[in-house]
DNA sequence: CGAGGAATTGAGATACATCAACTTGCGTGG
DNA sequence: CCACGCAAGTTGATGTATCTCAATTCCTCG
């Protein structure tokens, strides 16, 4: 699964100040106490099963990753989406198992933490402890967000809503990297994937966005979303 | 709003080890720094509404309060139903800005905790902090449950999860109190009241359930789960 | 160049919403 | 205590959004 794991040297780190480390000093840095793995891992990798016992938490620094619950009779339903910066497996500091499996969209770069270190670790500094209750705090309210997304909006209003925060994290008006499959798309957004093509088809029909290989262009999300919401639902 | 709010004795209070203030030791409750406010709201009152500055979290000691989010088209979605012990409002910990309207679905008695006294509490007593992490973890867990429940599960599957989850608070086979109004149902699962009704009328016609006055009676959850959840989708 | 998964497209079925009429329950005021 | 009135609930008829199944095309990669 990890190809190469190497201990990785915070201190030189890309993702520093974007981590659950920055704000430390460089001492603490230096003497973290735990080691950092640096692991690689390719497009449609699985990095842990729902259920697993849990033994780590990882910092994405580069591609994509999904956070999946499957239902008993096999329907799957992606909980979260992962970027750049973003940590996941934390749910491994109160529970003992994973609450989701966690699978590559890309090939993806992350650090693999230690739970029972950073557990030590978070209780010795306290800006790491605050940090990780950020992290939990902002993961609670995207995840509110997205019970109203899925409660209250139709399709088209959902696939307009996501498509147009996606490509948000990117300057406005540039292609941006799209690594989903429309069946990620329908899994995400909880419709067929046959439906999300006939709106992804729609929405090309209407000038509202392009797409190639897997670049995703949007000229102005503003359009996207008030074609899209013609009831007002997005504001 | 609050009929004669009063300071809570917070030492005598029966909720008291089920509270964040759980695990305290006694002279730490005496001295808590902090005027609790005992508050009592009929039904259908508004504790806050989404987006006004928040100033206060609340323990809820009795009755039921909705957490509501709305649309700019006027849809409403509950992202949250509140009981016995549940703390709500601490979004204010992080934003300045309530992120639900706070609605009481029944006579309802809470704790009102400002929330400056109760940031400074929670880094004085790490007992407090961790309490109130906690909760939040688990709130984030019933968030994703619910994304779940509504991207992956049809309308019966989803009522009946519902219902059978809501009675596991009480004694099996009990009638258990039920406050919520079909139209407020429809609000929590992402469905039309009409169609709620409908479903209702159907559990009841197949024995899975019966209701009066605000009484709601299941015989046997696993009955109405195995017949409502036919494709096995809850497990 | 060929093969296999992903995407698209169409036709048909269905789950759910909408609209409208009607009933039931219940508090209120005469 | 009854009658009224309103809100909640029910029920039916109809519309529509979305799913399902199946066939076809398009990519991508070996």
């Not at 990117?170 to 899994?187: C, I, K, M, N, S």
């Amino acid at each position: 699964m990890t190809t190469h794991p190497r201990i990785s040297d915070c201190l030189h780190c890309a993702m520093r100040d974007r981590s659950i480390f920055a704000g430390l000093s460089l001492d603490d840095l230096r003497d973290l106490g735990m080691e950092v793995h640096d692991i690689s891992v390719p497009a449609t990798d699985m990095l842990y099963l729902e259920g697993d016992r849990a033994r780590y938490a990882y910092t994405l620094r580069e591609g994509a990753v999904k956070l999946v619950k499957t239902l008993a009779n096999g329907r799957a339903q992606i909980v979260r989406l992962l970027h750049h910066g973003d940590l996941f497996g934390f749910e491994g500091l109160r529970e003992t198992a994973y609450q989701h499996s966690a699978i590559a969209l890309t090939r993806t770069d992350l650090c693999r933490l230690d739970l029972v270190a950073l557990e030590a670790l978070s209780r010795r500094l306290p800006s790491v402890h605050d940090a990780i209750n950020q992290r939990w705090f902002n993961a609670l309210q995207q995840a509110e967000t997205r019970i109203v997304e899925l409660g209250a909006k139709n399709a088209d209003e959902r696939l307009a809503t996501f498509l147009s925060q996606w490509c948000s994290a990117y300057p406005a008006g540039d292609a941006v990297p799209f690594p989903l499959t429309r069946q990620e798309l329908g899994e995400f957004l909880g419709l067929s994937t046959e439906h999300v093509s006939r709106l992804m088809a729609e929405f090309k029909r209407r000038g509202l966005l392009t797409e190639r290989k897997n670049l995703l262009h949007i000229p102005d999300t503003r359009q996207l979303i008030l074609h899209a919401c013609a009831s007002g639902a997005c504001a």
